[in-house]
């Protein structure tokens, strides 16, 4: 698929670019005062999230207390627009809010805007943001594209607004995708980013910077400081507003490969016994404030995990597997019920995977499986991911894997893909049993992208238990290298309305392709 070719959206580009011109019209009764001061603004723009069939989630900020009113049409000039009263937007919860639409047309663009008035004076009214996102199809012929990284304004690498800032952003939105899916690291709570980094070549990094990138998160405002940094990239913010996400979590929302019951801090910059199981609960309502998420909106204690529904050719199974994982060891016992899922989510999943009726079956990881992600403490050879570097039979959480791989060719499932990002590299890896030390599973497919912008890395080492073959890959030979230098990626699926094919592109930051694998629908094991 080539960049230039125009999208289902590609007419709309201008008009969002344009949003804030936009205004009420008279059939919603007095008209706005625009005119008046100290109206509420919504600088930090819009966007939709975990949209269906017939839903969606519209999120807003506002620079001060306000309610929040969505309107929705089929064009853009919003004639006779639905309107949606939302929430009153306070300090509790940052100035944010989410309001969920409902009793929309399947496979439709609509247009939407926001509009913030002043609680105490409705004519008192900030100037609508407009944004777009497209219902998903109840028509298989419809087809389905989305897109899939993580990693954003990781190892000290913030908004340089010289490259373009969050420039990967824009090639994302030329390719016209039905949602994003951000695979976690969304922030790095436990990252400064300083005015500065230097580069290999002796020219200086430039980045935004806030005071609440200046420190590790701590507090609640901590947490909701690193979710606005990234929102002062322009990019970013447009975006949002023509293609509605999918979020799920991982380590960085937090704190490095971190874990429930987990206590750090020598006193820097961690207080000594501070608690990450603290610090989550903190994350997890910034989180819930600044993404508009379906199981947790409104429910900072909700869960993350979901099944994600769009027609009938495409479930995506979005994993947490951060929150009831166990604690990051040498991940070599021979029995472990709690694994990198908790018993709880391994359960739910195998009975979402049965019940699925969709052609393809999206699994949602926010860490890889074969691919061993070390997490080394004092010398100890402790693992942060399932594997461990043993290529023999499965120990440790990857016997939980191996649990559900060996359900998932029992119940006879098919179209299981995986996708991730967190190792800040791309590849293809392809598992096979003819390979693998365990054996009873299908043959699947899993593919890696990211960082966003962040630091890149090698490529990580595998791990024969499940007999991973890395088919493709992308990564720098030297460790951090800053996205002015390149190495950020995303992907791209795209699933074929009339054949049922599934194409895999890992893509460049600019767009370009770099390898491409098709899969055939129907089948147990690729």
Known sequence: MSLSLPGRRSLLRGSLAASAALTLPAALGTAPAFALSGRPRADWGVQA?????????????????ARMIVETSATESFRDPRRWRGPLLGADSDFTGTTRLHGLPSGEQIHYRVLLADPDDPRRTGEPVTGTFRTASTRRREGVRFLWSGDLAGQGWGINESIGGYRIFDAMAKLDPDFFLCSGDNIYADGVISATQALPDGSLYRNVTTEAKSHVALTLDDFRGNFRYNLLDE???????????????????????????????????????????DLAVRSRRAFSE???????????????????????????????MRTDRNANSADDQTADRQGILGAEQLAWLKRELSRSRAVWKIIAADMPLGLVVPDPVEGLANFEAVAQGDPGAPLGRELQIAELLRYVKHRGITGTVWLTADVHHTSAQHYDPSRAAFKDFAPFWEFVSGPLNAGAFPASALDGTFGPDRVFVKAPTASNVSPAEGYQFFGEVDIDGHSGELTVRLREYDGTVLFTQVLQPGRVGQ
């Open 49 to 65: 999230g975990d949209v269906s069939a017939d839903s969606g989630l519209v999120w807003v900020r506002s620079d001060r207390p």
């Open 235 to 277: 990019a970013l913010r447009r975006f949002n507003a023509q293609v509605p996400n999918v979020i799920q979590w991982d380590d960085h929302e937090v704190r490095n490969n971190w874990y429930p019951g987990e206590v750090v801090g020598t006193g820097t910059p961690y207080p000594a016994g501070t608690r990450l199981d």
């Open 290 to 320: 600044y993404f508009p998420i379906s199981t947790i909106s409104g429910r900072p204690d909700g869960r993350i995990y979901r099944v994600h529904h769009h027609g009938p050719l495409l479930d995506v199974f979005v994993l947490d």
